[in-house]
DNA sequence: AACATTTTAAAACAAGTGTTTAATTACAGG
DNA sequence: CCTGTAATTAAACACTTGTTTTAAAATGTT
């Protein structure tokens, strides 16, 4: 058993907090109890609690925004027509491959990335424009290429209905798996939930104008 | 000028800030300011900040729901298939009737709908179904027969994708109107967007399985 | 070994939270 | 008028929040 450093563990008891509870929700003494480390030593390895949630979505960001963005860039050299569920298709990949990163890291960083577009003033969403703005111009890019036939306009109103679609979904999964469970009996998972969004949201995207 | 009594200011002054700025970050204390009432009115007159949200939001569902009930028998008494876009064109005139209602009531309303399920831990989610949920029951009716070829299931998920669009649009839309009028010098308002976004959300609820 | 640096620990801090209390004012009906 | 209910007010309450402080312990370096 190898010893983890304090700054992870409070990394990992955070995560899942904020993920499960929201951000305003979750206090640092309910993280550094969870985690089994003293209060102050968040302040001491962090700053503040607002660099705390920012490096919690820092570890994810920095694995999940090279794949996608090399992910994005294979279908621009390889295909000369692109698809709208191609590009949708792009970030299944990078998604899932953060559950080898960590345990249930799809879940947990879709739910992050949620709460933090609902829950924050702005400062999250600079943060993640101002460190990884470029892959998401390259997506902006791409899925202008599967959409010629619509509009600059039409195109920025249709990803801002699909971030809505995606964002809401994913800060609520947990709850809306265990309502499917009770009600359907059905077995969900983080993967079968993206698997079926997809086909809606590509849908929606490509519907005509 | 007629005199406003204490509980409405309250009200006027909570919705706004719950709609801006969350259930959680809105103190007492910045609702009694903002509305130029003593800070224990609150408490004398709805007896808890929870029940005070509860009010927020009934004060529009009391005018919402029995709109929305109707506009729903309606196609249900005159039609004999009612495709999806129909079922969500019942949604549009209740819930732009509530401008007429409040300032900005469409907005308002949608915006303490996001907020209330992605952040409560589920007391309002409750609250909403023990007071409106024959509504409630009355639209999922309505979806299902507009939709045959999709199991209970498929419809539970496609709604609550839907859900996310809407609101985490509209929680939005004054954010994206003002960008939409920046980026393409395009002049839309809230009935517009809700042209715009009935397409797309219908375009996915009735994808193919 | 001794020194220097990094990390942990307990406690207190200042500010903010929802709620309650107790006293005062407003305003009815008799 | 007076009386009793309703409404408002200022103050305090008990509690939680993020952050700081100060000292001790652990760790690394020479």
Redesign the pocket.
């Known amino acids: 058993m190898q010893?983890i450093?304090?700054?992870t563990k409070i990394l990992n008891a955070a995560e899942q907090l904020f993920a499960e509870r929201g951000f305003?929700?979750?206090?640092?003494?309910?993280?550094t109890s969870q985690a089994?480390?003293?209060?102050?030593?968040?302040?001491?390895?962090?700053?503040?609690?607002?660099?705390?949630i920012q490096a919690v979505l820092a570890r994810y960001l920095d694995v999940f925004s090279p794949a996608l963005e090399l992910s994005l860039q294979n279908i621009i050299d390889n295909k000369d027509r692109i698809s709208q569920i191609e590009v949708f298709n792009c970030l299944v990949e990078p998604l899932l491959s953060l559950d080898a990163f960590r345990h249930q890291g799809t879940t947990m960083f879709l739910s992050l990335l949620g709460r933090g577009y609902v829950e924050s003033q702005g400062h999250l969403r600079w943060y993640i424009m101002t460190n990884y703005g470029n892959v998401v111009a390259t997506f902006n890019h791409v899925v202008r290429e599967a959409n010629p036939h619509l509009s600059k306009e039409e195109i920025f109103w249709r990803l801002h209905f699909t971030l809505g679609t995606v964002v809401f979904t994913m800060a609520s999964s947990k709850a809306l798996i265990e309502i499917a469970k009770a009600d359907f009996n059905a077995d969900v998972n983080i993967e079968g939930l993206i698997h079926r969004v997809i086909p809606f949201i590509a849908a929606g995207v490509s519907s005509p104008a």
């Open positions: 010893k450093d304090t700054k305003a929700d979750t206090s640092l003494r309910l993280i089994e480390v003293n209060l102050a030593s968040v302040n001491y390895h962090f700053g503040s609690k607002k660099e705390l």
